[in-house]
T-cell receptor
Framework: QKEVEQNSGPLSVPEGAIASLNCTYSDRGSQSFFWYRQYSGKSPELIMSIYSNGDKEDGRFTAQLNKASQYVSLLIRDSQPSDSATYLCAVIGKLTFGQGTILTVHP | EPEVTQTPSHQVTQMGQEVILRCVPISNHLYFYWYRQILGQKVEFLVSFYNNEISEKSEIFDDQFSVERPDGSNFTLKIRSTKLEDSAMYFC?????????????FGDGTRLSIL
């Protein structure tokens, strides 16, 4: 089983829609979870961190964590073309990344 | 806003040569990392460094690789006797502490091309 696994992509949503990105992890002892965004040829850019069960909102982004189900997700509301990128789910401590989900927001 | 800086942005080297990739972490950060991303593949952990020693390393980080913090600001990755398959983007990251929720901040990366 992969340590961090993301839902298969690519994901395509129309502008203004909600994009839902999902991630599961295998280490039940994991404590911190991060969503990074990576544009092609660029470095990962932190979007959100979450470490408590429940939802965490920051602008158009909402991260959700369910430790019992070992599941973390990212919702992007009012998706914009500029949100088109690869989204990486990552789990601390050596920061294990999922394979990424390519999101395309089309006008 | 403070950021992690990496140099050079692109390094082209002949196979078998040694390369040194340089990173300047954020000044008050204590934990340092190197990652690799082969074109089209996921970001892979190489090594973490704290208190002037390696704290964790992956299977990728074999004897060909070494890291060093030669002074108070630089953090380097040395690759000896480079191979074609070492061609990748190498990212440095730093983290202020190890408290739950503290993120790693990434530099822009060095693209390493082995010919």
């Amino acid at each position: 089983q992969k340590e961090v696994e993301q839902n298969s992509g690519p994901l395509s949503v129309p502008e203004g829609a909600i994009a839902s990105l999902n991630c599961t992890y295998s280490d039940r002892g994991s404590q911190s979870f991060f969503w990074y965004r990576q544009y092609s040829g660029k470095s990962p850019e932190l979007i959100m961190s979450i470490y408590s069960n429940g939802d965490k909102e920051d602008g158009r982004f909402t991260a959700q964590l369910n430790k019992a189900s070992q599941y973390v997700s990212l919702l992007i509301r009012d998706s914009q073309p500029s949100d088109s990128a690869t989204y990486l789910c990552a789990v601390i401590g050596k920061l294990t990344f999922g394979q990424g989900t390519i999101l395309t927001v089309h006008p | 806003e403070p950021e992690v800086t990496q140099t050079p942005s692109h390094q082209v080297t002949q196979m078998g040569q040694e390369v040194i990739l340089r990173c300047v972490p954020i000044s008050n950060h204590l934990y340092f990392y190197w990652y690799r991303q082969i074109l089209g593949q996921k970001v892979e952990f190489l090594v973490s460094f704290y208190n002037n020693e390696i704290s964790e390393k992956s299977e990728i980080f074999d004897d060909q690789f070494s890291v060093e913090r030669p002074d108070g600001s630089n953090f380097t990755l040395k690759i000896r006797s480079t191979k074609l398959e070492d061609s990748a983007m190498y990212f440095c990251a730093s983290r202020r502490g190890d408290r739950v929720g503290q993120p790693q901040h990434f530099g822009d990366g060095t693209r390493l091309s082995i010919l």
